[in-house]
């Protein structure tokens, strides 16, 4: 049976719809993001773990949020030409979406029924993190303080399974 995490879909910044399955068979992780959060320069952290795992099957799927502190006031589009001109993100960026609430997107809904935090499912704020297995299961989820460079050990043992 296909992971449920497979059946569900997100949008390019631009609109354009991507179907989850697109990403069968590799390790996902999945961050909120936001482009004036004193988080951000995790970003560097982030690009640097999908250069450097990128062709073996590692991928990092970014979800702009404004939900916390108003850290991602930009337009869809404006928000991908920073991460990439200031940042210098390479990996993908979906349109901007809610994390908590009525409003949240599928695909947080799905991860934070699967992997509850330290205060219930709810998330606590920009650069949360979820790791999502080969098959399509979340294995992991860290808080926003966590940096990049902690999750390492992880990947590299999932993607020598």
């Given at each position: ?66 939900q ?5 006031p930009?337009?869809?589009?404006e ?11 390479t ?6 979406i ?16 699967k ?12 650069f ?34």
């Open positions: 049976m296909a992971s449920e995490f497979y059946q569900l879909s997100v949008n390019t910044p631009q609109g354009k719809p991507v179907a989850l399955d697109t990403y069968k068979g590799k390790l996902v992780l999945i961050v909120n993001t936001a482009t004036q959060c004193g988080l951000t320069p995790q970003f560097a952290g982030l690009e640097k773990l999908y250069q450097q795992y990128k062709d073996q099957g590692f991928v990092i799927l970014g979800f702009p949020c404004n916390f502190g108003g850290q991602e930009l337009k869809n589009e928000m991908e030409s920073v991460c990439q001109l200031n940042h210098g993100v990996f993908p960026l979906f349109e901007k809610a994390v908590n609430g009525p409003e949240a997107h599928p695909v947080f809904k799905y991860l934070k029924s992997l509850g935090g330290l205060f219930g499912s709810r998330i606590k704020w920009n949360t993190k979820f790791l999502v297995n080969k098959e399509g299961k979340p294995v992991k989820r860290w808080g926003p303080i966590v940096k990049p460079e902690a999750i390492e050990p992880y990947i590299q043992k999932l993607l020598s399974e």
